[in-house]
Each structure stands twice: as structure tokens, then as C-alpha cells.
């Protein structure tokens, strides 16, 4: 068996617990929806934002040197990164050249495709993640499971177990607000020694050459400002054309991602802080090359938002751990086999199609349709499991000729009436683990309609 | 590797594809009242009044004897921020600023480092108060952006309620790493 329907399993196996999974994020689902309800031209604003983005990645490479000239303008130093390797090793350098011992950091998916946390730990640097959810997964050494709300499978107990481990919190204290003020305190004292700060970028304006972050909690901010040396990690794919643009991204991110009007901080960083530096670094890591592939480029177009993991019914059942990477969900179905199609080739397989994902995303990129895509290139390279190909060849062969058709409903009605459950639900049968097949009719369609055909 | 990067965007881009104009939405709401609906629905709190914001109205919404820095000249600041070390500014509980604006549909107020003796002065602080005129409340983030120049200042920042979270089983936590609490005085 592949691995995402593995650890599926794994994670299904606790019902109550996957039931209290489904609905969390489907409480979010929920405030999204009410919020976009909220804004009349909001389908407007998807197309906008879905063409301001096309437009952007079909000039990227002037607006990603628009943006470079007027952040170095700025007095911002500009770094690029083809890859991973590239990226740590830049922000390495950067830190010991300042002689850096302890970073603070704030939410970066990007930084945790790199996985840049161990890289930085091994050579003697403490890094510290200061979202809330972050820092949570951080102590309990795992990779977040949402792009958005990291700690999401975790339950209060469990988190208070470890603060009480690791922050010497109340034994048995769950209280949310008691460990957040905990978490608060803990990680001021951390903002208040940090030789340098280190964040994701939300959007790159390439008119100002100026980056934005959008967060709740203020850690960035704590994190940037306090710090003389803040450097800002970024895809090649987050800029954005003009200051006007935010405008539009804005209004869209955080309604989509939590159901919030707007983050409660969105800050726009130009320059570097009176006697600071700042430095942003600009990372490839096979994006480029997902855009040369037509059919899926515009998964690019992603703002992060998290609304197509909170919307899917396999995500919301299944888990972020599940899909081993650290963009999740649909849009990590999408993003992962252009990184790696043997590795990642179950994840497209992780969709109903039922193209829910694609109903929600702000910048309307077609998930759904690029999951059927990816599907047929994973099948044509050789990478399906045979439990998926035997069938597929069964039923080809069947479905191809309308003899070879009727023989089977005819005979398949009769046989599967009297086939004893056990052989019925085989472990072959991946479909009918935990489905019933649906009641055999007495009679074929066929037969129905030749009996009631109105002759007249 | 810049130059290794841009050839490989060069060869793998699509064919150019038009970036849409478009003008600010318009709206059917009183920028005012949307404002002030938004404002509670974040956690924050607004006062709406002709007269200066005084010394006793804070104290009593705070508590008396917190250290002040004032941005505003109807209130005298205790501290003077360019005298504190960095890492000295969180003895400041409260914090006063002028906004340039604030967007009714979302409730963000905001500011630039014109007013910013320090960047880190609105998330350092326990509790911060932001003054808006209500001539400047703009209805949606279309109007805020044409009004607002991020390219004129090192740092400039949207705040729309204190700082929160929901990391912990998405219950909603008021007060996580910025300030506890927002206060809106609009000066009408």
C-alpha cells in the first residue's frame, strides 16, 4: 500500500478523533464562507486576483528584477537561491557573518521546505519559531499539518502536557488562555534576546521592493523589529505587480484562510530599521520548472491561504501527516509530483474530485481538474500500485465492448447476490474497506426500460 | 545563480497575459458605523467623542500609573523612547498613536513610521490606543491603497484588533505575542 492511504488509515483508525478533526476545519470552512458572503463583488475579486496573478507570472522575470532594483534602492540586500541547499546556506551565511546564536523566527512554509531549522540547529544556532502553533509543533519535534493553523491535530491535553514539560506550566492545565499567556511570556523573553529575526513574505511588491507579512499574533513584528538583522525568505512566485494589487490580496487572504475580515497585522516592510540590516532572500526550488508545465503552472498562482485543506473532505479525514510534505491538501496534490512524481505519485489520488477546492481558492486555480491531470501522467510513467491497474485493465477491457458489458451486469448481479462477505470484501477490494457496495438490482437498466418503454 | 534563474523563468513563462485595471469597489454602508461593527466584532474597543482624549478617561479604561508614550499632544508621554534600549521598551504599557486612516470593512487603522519613534512601540506594549479622525475612515482597502503611500517610509502597517490566536484547538485567545488590547479613539 502507498503511503498517504497508509497513514490515512493510521489516522481514520481513532474515529472520535478524526470526527473532531473533520469539524474543526470545517468550522473554518464555515467562517469563510460567511465572510465571503459578506462581500458582494467577492467573485469579482477572485478574478481579479486570479488574473493580477497570471499576469505576474507571465512577466515574473521583469517583476522579480522591478522588485530587486527597488529593494536595493530601499537599502534592502537581495539574495537568490536556486534551491534548498542554496537557501539555507545563504541565510547561514548571513547569520554567522553577524555572529548569530539565536534566531527567532515566524511562520515560513518556505523555510520548512528547505528545512532550514536543522540545518541552522546543526551548526550551532538556536532557532526559535514564534507562532503560537509553530512553536507548539516545534517542541513536540513535528512538521506542521496545515499551512495556517500548524497544530491543528493537536488536541488542548496534549498540549498542555508539553507546556507543562517544557514551559513548566500546571500539571493538567488545558486552558487555552493560561498556555497562551504561558507561550507569551516564554517567548517574549526570546524576542527580547534574539541576535536576528527571520520570516516568510506574504507579498513582494515589485513597485516598492518593499515585502509584506500578514499575521495574527504580532510575532513577526515582535520578532523583525527588536532584532537588528531581519531577513525575509520568499518564492519566487510571491511578488506582486503594484502597491494597488495588496489591495486586492488583502481583502481575500485572510476571509479565505480563517474567516477573518483581514489579519490583525498586515506590515509592509521597505527599508531596514535605523542602524539594522535587511536582507531578503529570493528561492527557486523547482518553480520555475513548475512553470514551464503548462497544465499545472498556475498552481503558482497559490496564496497560502490553507481554504482548499479546510474545504476537502480527504484532508479534513485524513490529516496534514498524511500527505508527508509540508504544503498539505489539495494544493500540495498538485504542487508535490512536479517535485517528485514517484515519491508523491499517491497524492493526486487523495481527491475525490469533487472540486470543492477549486470553489474556494481566492485566486481560482483549477486543483481539482491539475489532480485528474496528474493522475493520468502518474498512470502513463508506470508509477500506479497494481491494485489500481488490475482493475482499471479489468474494467477497460469490460467497458470497451457492449457484449463483453452485458455479459458481465448479468452474470455480476447473479454472483454477487451469493458470494459470501469475506471473499466479497477481499483485501483486494481497497474500495469496500470501509464502504458497503450498494444493493444488486434485480434487473439490469436495460431490462427496466425494454419492460417499460412506451411503445406508442 | 540570479542570472541562472531568470533564464530558466525566461524559457518556462507563458505568454504574456494582461494585468486587469480596475477602480475601487464601491459600497452601500456608512464607513463610520461599518467601522465601528467591525472594530467590537475583532476584540477591539472604539471611543467616539468631540473631546480630546484625556488622562483620567485612561486611566480609568486602564488602570492608574502605567507608563505612557503618548504620539498624540493631547496626552504627555512618561518615557522618552529614543532614551530606552530596545529590549527596554517593554516597561511601556501603553501606547498612543495617530492613524492616517481606517478601512470600515475590516477594521484596519493605518500607520507609518512617521509616527513610530521605535517600529517595534504598537506589539511591544500591553495596550495600544490608536487616534483616528473620522473624516479618514476610508470604506474599503481599494480607497486605503490609493490614499496611502507604502513607498514613502522604511516600515508602514495595517492593525485591525490586538493581537490574537486561535493556535491552541481554534479557540480564539486574545493577547498572543502584540498587544493585549486596541483601543480606537475616532475624534469626530
Redesign the interface.
Known amino acids: 500500500m502507498s503511503k498517504h492511504p497508509q497513514k490515512a488509515a493510521d489516522f481514520i483508525a481513532n474515529e472520535a478523533r478524526t470526527d473532531w478533526h473533520d469539524q ?1 476545519l470545517w ?2 470552512r464555515e467562517k469563510r464562507d460567511k465572510l465571503a458572503k459578506g ?3 467577492w467573485e ?2 477572485r478574478e ?1 486576483a486570479s ?2 496573478k ?2 505576474t ?5 521583469s517583476y ?2 522591478e522588485f ?1 532594483k527597488n529593494a536595493l534602492t ?1 537599502g534592502a540586500k537581495v539574495h ?3 534551491d534548498a541547499e ?1 537557501h539555507n546556506q545563504i541565510v547561514l551565511d548571513i547569520l554567522q557573518r553577524h555572529q548569530v546564536r539565536s534566531l527567532v523566527k515566524s511562520k515560513s512554509m518556505l523555510t520548512e521546505e528547505c528545512s532550514l531549522n536543522p540545518f541552522l540547529e546543526k551548526q550551532g544556532i538556536e532557532v526559535i519559531d ?4 509553530e512553536r ?1 509543533i516545534q517542541m513536540k519535534n513535528e512538521p506542521p499539518s496545515h499551512i495556517v ?4 491535530h ?3 491535553e496534549e ?1 498542555g502536557e508539553l507546556f507543562h514539560e517544557k514551559l513548566q506550566t500546571e500539571k493538567g492545565a488545558t486552558d ?2 493560561y ?3 504561558a ?2 511570556q516564554h ?2 523573553s526570546h ?3 534574539a541576535d536576528a529575526a527571520l520570516s516568510g513574505v506574504n507579498f513582494a ?1 515589485a ?4 515585502v509584506t507579512i500578514c499575521t ?4 513577526a ?2 520578532g ?3 532584532a537588528p538583522l531581519q531577513i525575509h525568505c520568499m518564492g ?1 512566485e510571491k511578488v506582486i ?1 503594484r ?2 494589487d ?3 490580496f ?2 481575500l487572504l485572510a476571509r479565505s484562510a ?1 474567516g ?14 535605523p542602524g539594522g540590516e535587511m536582507h531578503i532572500v ?1 528561492v ?1 526550488n523547482g518553480r ?2 513548475q ?2 508545465r ?1 497544465d499545472f ?1 498556475n498552481s503558482l498562482k497559490c496564496i497560502r491561504c490553507g481554504a482548499c485543506m479546510n474545504t476537502c473532505p480527504i484532508y479534513r479525514r485524513s490529516g496534514g501527516h498524511s500527505y508527508d510534505y509540508t504544503v498539505p491538501g489539495p494544493i500540495g496534490s498538485i504542487l508535490t509530483p512536479g517535485k517528485d512524481l514517484k515519491k508523491y505519485s499517491d497524492l493526486p489520488f487523495a481527491s475525490s474530485l469533487c472540486g470543492s477546492c477549486s470553489d474556494v481558492c481566492p485566486v481560482k486555480i483549477d486543483i481539482h481538474q491539475q489532480l485528474y491531470k496528474w493522475r493520468q501522467i502518474i498512470a502513463e510513467e508506470g508509477y500506479l500500485p497494481k491494485s489500481k491497474t488490475k482493475g482499471m485493465h479489468m474494467a477497460a477491457k469490460i467497458l470497451s465492448n457492449p457484449t463483453s458489458y452485458q455479459r458481465a451486469t448479468k452474470w455480476m448481479r447473479r454472483i454477487l447476490r451469493f458470494l459470501p462477505r469475506p471473499l466479497l470484501y477481499l483485501n483486494t477490494n481497497v474500495w469496500g474497506k470501509q464502504r458497503e457496495l450498494p444493493e444488486v438490482p434485480t434487473k439490469t437498466f436495460k431490462d427496466w426500460y425494454k419492460e417499460n418503454r412506451d411503445e406508442s | 545563480m540570479k542570472v541562472d534563474i531568470l533564464r530558466h523563468i525566461r524559457a518556462n513563462k507563458a505568454h504574456p497575459l494582461p494585468l486587469p485595471e480596475y477602480t475601487a469597489f464601491s459600497y452601500d454602508f456608512n464607513p463610520q458605523e461599518k467601522f465601528i461593527e467591525l472594530m467590537g466584532a475583532v476584540g477591539g474597543k472604539v471611543l467616539l467623542q468631540k473631546e480630546p482624549l484625556t488622562l483620567d478617561q485612561l486611566s480609568t479604561l486602564f488602570g492608574e500609573g502605567k507608563s505612557i508614550y503618548s504620539g498624540i499632544d493631547d496626552i504627555n508621554s512618561h518615557v522618552e523612547v529614543s532614551k530606552l534600549k530596545a529590549h527596554e521598551l517593554h516597561k511601556i504599557e501603553l501606547v498612543i498613536l495617530p492613524a492616517q486612516i481606517a478601512v470600515a470593512e475590516n477594521g484596519a487603522c493605518y500607520l507609518d513610521e512617521s509616527v513610530l519613534p521605535h517600529r517595534v512601540l504598537p506589539f511591544i506594549c500591553q495596550h495600544l490606543i490608536l487616534v483616528i479622525d473620522a473624516h479618514s475612515i476610508v470604506g474599503n482597502m481599494h480607497e486605503a491603497m490609493e490614499k496611502i503611500d507604502l513607498s514613502k517610509e522604511g516600515f508602514s502597517i495595517f492593525i485591525a484588533g490586538p493581537s490574537k490566536t486561535a493556535d491552541i484547538e481554534q479557540s480564539l485567545v486574545i493577547g498572543a505575542q502584540g498587544a493585549r488590547s486596541l483601543t480606537v479613539f475616532i475624534k469626530n
Open positions: 474543526s468550522v473554518v462581500v458582494a463583488e469579482e475579486l481579479l488574473q493580477i497570471d499576469h507570472l507571465s512577466h515574473l522575470d522579480l528584477e530587486e530601499n537568490w537561491a536556486k542554496a514564534t507562532d503560537l502553533g507548539i493553523m500548524p497544530a491543528i493537536l488536541k488542548k498540549i487555552p488562555k498556555l497562551t499567556e507561550a507569551r517567548l517574549r524576542f527580547l534576546q511588491i513597485e516598492t521592493g518593499g495574527n499574533e504580532g510575532n513584528d515582535m523583525i523589529h527588536l519566487l505587480p502597491q494597488k495588496l489591495g486586492v488583502t481583502r480563517t477573518q475580515p483581514i489579519t490583525i497585522y498586515t506590515s509592509h516592510h521597505l527599508k531596514p530599521k529570493i527557486d520555475s520548472e512553470l514551464g503548462e503552472r
